[in-house]
């Protein structure tokens, strides 16, 4: 009975992205036909495998299709259908789950909505359909958010609490960006993103954590957030919905976040990242302590590398905690994590010269993995940092300013402007001869090449797929 009335709860309250009146479904196993608009996102994929594990049909449509999230749902046996063809319709999904990145003039929502049929958010139909009964828990920052919430899983997961979890990459340890599982548990990446096109709150309000990470908090999103200020009050909006007996785990060296907080709380905080709180202080190669007030609360190791990580790894241990998981057995069970694909992720070794993929591509996840990676491999190896400013942001200049200083610890730096719209090399004049800035993938592909030698790492940073510029590059230095 319970299932029946969260189906019918789910059917009369949609809003604000409406689903149209005398939504069909089955009322044999309540399964439905849900069509998702924008599947190859990290999100929206991962609520397609969420679905799919729920008993629905599911199917979708993207513009860009890329890995990982390509490759995963095709072994889902998820069709896919290239764009965003009116003829979609024909389909005649039971539901349209609509991701952030269509919006109006998309020829497929336009048709959606000029037949007036049911349609929802990504983060809606999560919240309705998945969250309810469970305790979630929720990783929001502006960067960090991956890495904590796939540390924060495998550690529930070590512990037998057998977590389902929605996370914006592919954890190593589980192979997927999502699972479905009957646990109370749910861990989640909370994004400050805005829900789609017809709700232009973030993301993270609609999941309702009981425990919530603040990682970190500074500008980004350009394109949606006017300033600072903007972003604060979305996460203080997220703070309102954290109940007495929830708990939030925020980082204390973040100005922002004691401002966001200043505002209003109403929950218990555990401070992170500051003496006089819990740290993590570095110890020989990937080891730390765990401290609280300077004192020693246990060690463990990362194959992660850099000290934002294991920053990182403290948040997620006082999460894990929050559930019953003690800082014993989750500094143990980070001894065994694997990391996320596309963070620091080796790629191949050809000639001594070894190919990194990194996610990075705001200025300060991009310094933080440069010195990451120095810190792995020393200073006798040189880092070609190569970068494609992909983002939204990135791609309203709005950063240019600082990426010179953030690319400063690279040995060589190469650019791919790709039409940005704005003068990359003129940004990245402060670097001078270190760097090279080409609107041509094989011109740069070529240069990168001829520059290397045994004992290089070469680090690509995007948000994209970067036209296959990995195995380009190994492909090159092979021949």
């Avoid at 995963?72 to 003829?87: P, R, T």
């Avoid at 828990?137 to 540390?151: E, F, I, N």
Wanted: aromatic share 8%; hydrophobic share 45%.
């Amino acid at each position: 009975m319970g299932k029946v009335a969260g189906k019918l709860r789910f059917i009369l309250t949609a809003c604000p992205c409406s689903l149209a009146a005398g939504h069909p479904f089955d009322k044999a196993g309540f399964s439905m036909h849900i069509h998702i608009l924008g599947i190859c996102g990290t999100f929206m994929g991962g609520i397609a495998l969420l679905a799919r594990s729920a008993g629905h049909r599911v199917t979708g449509c993207d513009a860009n299709v890329y890995p990982p999230m390509s490759t995963q749902l095709e072994e889902q046996g998820i069709e896919l259908v290239n764009g965003y063809d009116a003829g979609q319709i024909d389909l005649k999904p039971d539901l349209f789950v609509v991701g952030n990145a269509i919006s109006r003039g998309n020829p497929l929502l336009e048709e959606i909505l000029n037949r007036n049929l049911p349609y929802v958010s990504g983060p809606q139909w999560l919240a309705e359909n998945i969250l309810q009964g469970k305790w979630v828990l929720g990783v929001a920052g502006t960067h960090g958010k991956t890495t904590t919430t796939s540390m924060l899983a495998w550690i529930l997961e070590d512990a037998g609490l057998n977590p389902g979890f929605l996370v914006g990459g592919v954890p190593q340890d589980f192979g997927v960006s999502a699972r479905l599982t009957d646990s109370p548990f749910f861990v989640i990446e909370a994004d400050e993103y805005d829900t789609a096109f017809c709700d232009k709150r973030s993301k993270f309000v609609h999941y309702h954590p009981r425990t919530v990470i603040l990682n970190n908090l500074e500008f980004d999103h350009a394109d949606i957030f006017a300033d600072l200020a903007a972003i604060e009050t979305q996460f203080h909006h997220l703070v309102r919905t954290i109940p007495g007996q929830g708990l939030i785990v925020a980082n204390g060296g973040e100005a922002s976040l004691k401002r966001v907080l200043e505002r209003g709380c109403w929950s218990p905080v555990e401070w992170f990242n500051t003496a006089e709180g819990w740290q993590a202080e570095a110890g020989e190669g990937d080891t730390f302590t765990l401290t609280q007030h300077g004192l020693s609360q246990g060690s463990s190791s990362l194959t992660l590398a850099g000290a934002h990580n294991q920053a990182n790894a403290v948040a997620a241990l006082l999460a894990a905690r929050h559930v019953g998981v003690r800082l014993e057995a989750g500094l143990s069970a980070l001894t065994r994590f694997r990391g996320i694909k596309r963070r620091l992720e080796v790629r191949g070794t050809v000639r001594g010269v070894t190919v990194y993929d990194d996610f990075a591509h705001h200025p300060t996840a991009i310094e933080v993995t440069i010195a990451g990676l120095r810190r792995k491999v020393g200073k006798g190896s040189r880092i070609f940092a190569v970068l494609e400013p992909r983002s939204n942001t990135m791609k309203l200049g709005t950063m240019k300013a600082q990426l010179p200083a953030s690319l400063a610890e690279a040995d060589k730096v190469f650019c791919y402007s790709n039409n940005l719209g704005w003068d990359v090399a003129g940004a990245l004049a402060p670097l001078g001869t270190k760097a090279l800035v080409s609107e041509d993938l094989a011109v740069l592909v070529k240069a990168i090449v001829a520059e290397a030698r045994e004992g290089d790492q070469i680090l690509v940073m995007s948000n994209g797929s970067f036209g296959g510029i990995h195995g380009k590059l190994l492909d090159a230095l092979a021949a």
